[in-house]
C-alpha cells in the first residue's frame, strides 16, 4: 500500500508547488492592485496636481507682501498668504531677489 502511494508522492508535489506559485502570484497581483489604488487615492485625497497654482517672477522693489496684496486683493488678512508663499517656496528670512521665481497657491 505505501509502494502504490510512493509512485504518487512526485507528481503530488509538483501540483502542490504549481498551486503554491497560483496562490503567491495572486497574492503579488492582490498587492500590487491595493498599491497602485493606494497611490491613486492619495493622490485624490491630497490633491495630487498643483491645480491652479501661479508662478510669478519677482520684480525690483517687490516683497513677498506686495506679491500676496496684488494676487489677492479681497483678502482681509493677508498673513496667512504670505505663509503659505513663504512656505510653499521655502524662503527663508522672507526676503526675495528680483528675477526668483515663486510659486503662488490658488485663491
Not at 492619495?42 to 497654482?53: A, K, R
Not at 517687490?62 to 513663504?86: C, E, G, K
Request: charged share 20%; hydrophobic share 45%.
Amino acid at each position: 500500500m505505501t509502494d502504490f502511494l510512493h509512485d504518487f508522492a512526485p507528481a503530488n508535489a509538483r501540483r502542490r508547488r504549481r498551486r503554491m506559485r497560483a496562490i503567491e502570484r495572486r497574492i503579488l497581483l492582490a498587492l500590487a492592485g491595493a498599491l497602485v489604488l493606494l497611490v491613486l487615492l492619495g493622490n485624490v485625497v491630497y490633491g495630487g496636481s498643483s491645480g491652479g497654482t501661479q508662478t510669478v517672477t519677482v520684480a525690483p522693489g517687490d516683497t513677498v507682501w506686495s506679491i500676496a496684496a496684488s494676487r489677492y486683493p479681497d483678502d482681509a488678512d493677508l498673513r496667512q498668504r504670505v505663509d503659505d508663499i513663504v512656505s510653499i517656496n521655502h524662503i527663508r528670512g522672507g526676503s526675495v531677489v528680483p528675477g526668483q521665481a515663486l510659486t503662488i497657491p490658488p485663491p
